[in-house]
Every structure is written in C-alpha cells, then in structure tokens.
C-alpha cells in the first residue's frame, strides 16, 4: 500500500481526493498537486488498474506532470489529474460519467478536468451537463497535441539534422489513439514515412488505410527509423528498451515517458535526442486553457502558441549541451528540462514548490 501521506509530503501536493459512487460503481481518485498558479488542471484518464495503489501513483505521477507543463508552456494553472478505475470499453455508462461529474462539480472549481486516455471528446461534452469545470468541450485537444508533437519534431530534426523538414523521414509510433492518429496522418501529408503499433486491429486498419505500415506492439522498439514516438502510455522508455531503440531522436505524446532517470541517462549516453515530454505535448493544454480563459479560439493565434513548443525545445537541447559541457558529464535533456522548470517555478514564486528531483 502506498504511503500517501509520505508521497504528498514528498513532492508538495496539497490535495488527493479519493471518491466512490455505489449506485453507479464509479471509483475516482483527483490529484491536485498545487493551485498556485490558479485551478489545478488535467484530464481524466479510465484505466483498468491492477490496484489502488498503482492507480494512486499513476494520478500523482501524471499530476506533478502537468504542474511542470503548465510552467513549461507559461499557463496560469496548477497540475492536476484524475483517474477513474475500471475498462472504458466495458465499465463506462452514461450513470457512471453523470456521478463523475457531479463529483467533480462538488470540488467547486479548484480542479478543472477534460479526456485523457479512456475519455472522450463526446463523454466530456456529455458530463458538461453537469459540471462547469471542464475543458476541451467545443475544442477537442488531441489534434492540437498532435500538431504541438509535429512542430517539436521539426525542432529535433533540425537540432540533430540541421533540417527541419520531415520529408522523407522514417517515424515510429507506439499507439495510434486520439493523438497518435492524427500525428500519423499529419506527418505521411507532409512526407514522412510512418510505421505504427496499436493494441486495436481497427485502429491498425485505420491506419493502413492511409499509408502507414503496422508492425506488432514489441517489434516498435526494434524499428530502424529516425524518430521513436510513444503515444500510448507511460513508461514505455526503461533500461531495457533505452538500449534496444533504434533512433536518433524519441519524441512523442505520451506523459512520463521514461520509466526513471536511468532510462533517460542511457538514451542521452547513446546520442539519441529525447525531446522532453511535458514540453512537447503541451498542445493540448494550450488549447484547452485558451478555451477555459477566452471562450472562443482564435485558430491561427493558437497554432503559432503551439509552435512555440519547438523553441522551448531547442532551450532545452541547448541548456543539456551547456549543463553538459560545465559539468563534464553527460547531461540528459530530461534533466535539463527538469531543472530550466524548476528555475522558472523558482522566478514565479517565493512558496516553495516540491517536485523531487529524483523523478517527477
Ligand atoms: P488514446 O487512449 O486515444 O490512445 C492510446 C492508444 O495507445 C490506444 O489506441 C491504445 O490501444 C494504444 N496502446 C496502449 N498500449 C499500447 C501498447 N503497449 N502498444 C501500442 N499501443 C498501445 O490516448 P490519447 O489521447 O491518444 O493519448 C496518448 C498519450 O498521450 C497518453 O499517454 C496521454 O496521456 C498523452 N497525452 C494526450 C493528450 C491529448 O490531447 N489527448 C495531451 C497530452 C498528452
């Protein structure tokens, strides 16, 4: 069993709130690692979790990641998420979402919520009628994350390249869902060749349709390509796979993609570029906090703040080379991303934010 209070102590959360509804079997847990910066914010995931304790971690894990996006993209929120244990494709009901948001509507609007793996679009546009605290509910987020994602490629492939241009190259993406999709299709428009694994044989199918060659979930790791994208979940990236990846540069949408900093060191040792993931799948949130804040969106406005991703990637490259080069080891770009985060939280604030440094 997770010691909760030993882990909220640890990295400065202020809330967890664990709720269940009998009537409708709903079993939700929120995070909310801080609301210094106003509401906290982030989606809501449903998972099938082996234990509580795994469902626990996950949502603090995910939350102390969204504290650092919403500092790494300049968003006046604090991080947040929710989960909601049980199998979308079999658990989720009308009764079950209403209850979710009711419960959501009681914390009165120190959490503000939308999809995230397991949630749709569709499901948040039908819990609007019982929350106000909701995002992405006229703007669906996970094109724009798919269009934050391509930008930061461009960056990488112009950082290692020196050419941006993404013609040509070879991409592979680990889970083609909301994101991973329309990233695929985004890059074969423009010219890349992508190769694609999903757990779904539809969603395999989908993608065949329109160019991409698929290849069984363990066999993505393996692929020759210029670029590894996970896009499905967390993780993904341990001491195993770090060594076996064969790519010059990992960039993709999915959050806590490294497993620990291990992972991230051996990527960094091997010379491949990891683009790190609470700066590169920001789009999103960049969407959905324009939504929250304005109504309405400006489209052209919103897709050149996307495009800022990039450059705050190239910040971030630099910093690793400069840390590296001061420091006479090598510096991981994740950690360099970690400590350019923590040095603008520090700027925002005199309160004392706590995000371990050994991993967030
Ligand atoms: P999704 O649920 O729509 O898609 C995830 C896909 O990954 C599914 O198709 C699933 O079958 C597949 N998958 C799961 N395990 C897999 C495995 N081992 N191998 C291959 N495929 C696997 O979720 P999404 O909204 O596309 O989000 C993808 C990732 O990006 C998640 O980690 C999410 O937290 C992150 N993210 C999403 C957004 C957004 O706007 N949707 C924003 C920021 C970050």
């Not at 300049?74 to 079950?96: Q, T, Y």
């Not at 609007?109 to 948040?124: C, M, Q, Y």
Request: glycine residues 10%; negative net charge; charged residues 30%.
């Amino acid at each position: 069993m997770v010691d909760l209070f030993a882990e909220m102590e640890r990295d400065g959360f202020e809330e967890v709130v664990v709720y269940h509804d009998r009537n409708s079997g709903l079993k939700a847990i929120v995070a909310i690692h801080t609301t210094l910066n106003g509401s906290a914010t982030g989606g809501t995931r449903m998972w099938e979790y082996a234990s509580f304790s795994e469902a626990v971690s996950d949502v603090m894990s995910l939350a102390r990641a969204m504290t650092l996006k919403c500092i790494g993209a300049g968003i006046d929120f604090g991080g947040g998420k929710a989960v909601i244990a049980g199998d979308p494709e079999k658990d989720k009901s009308k009764e079950l979402l209403k209850s979710y948001a009711e419960f959501i509507q009681s914390l009165d609007g120190k959490f503000i919520t939308g999809e995230d793996v397991g949630i749709t679009n569709e499901d948040v546009r039908f819990m609007r009628n019982y929350c106000d605290h909701l995002t992405g509910v006229n703007y669906d987020p996970s094109p724009f994350t798919a269009y934050g994602v391509f930008h930061g490629m461009r960056a990488c492939l112009k950082h290692v390249y020196g050419d941006e241009s993404v013609e040509g190259v070879h991409v592979a993406i680990q889970g083609v869902g909301k994101v991973g999709m329309e990233l695929a299709r985004l890059l074969i428009d423009n010219g890349a060749k992508v190769t694609v694994s999903d757990l779904s044989s539809k969603r395999l199918e989908a993608c065949r349709s329109f160019g991409a060659e698929c290849v069984e979930p363990e066999e993505i790791y393996s692929v020759e390509c210029d670029i590894f994208s996970p896009c499905a979940l967390g993780g993904v990236i341990d001491q195993r796979t770090a060594r076996i990846l064969r790519c010059k540069i990992v960039a993709g949408s999915a959050n806590n993609q490294l497993k620990d900093d291990t992972a991230g060191r051996i990527l960094a040792e091997r010379g491949i570029l990891y683009a790190p993931d609470f700066i590169i799948n920001a789009g999103g949130l960049i969407t959905v906090a324009n939504e929250y804040i304005y109504g309405e969106i400006d489209e052209e406005r919103l897709k050149r703040e996307i495009e800022g991703i990039g450059e705050r990637l190239i910040d971030v490259f630099r910093l690793a080379e400069r840390m590296s080069e001061e420091r006479g080891a090598v510096v991981s770009e994740h950690q360099a991303a970690l400590e350019w985060a923590m040095e603008r939280m520090r700027s925002k604030s005199e309160r004392r934010y706590a995000i371990s440094e050994k991993y967030y």
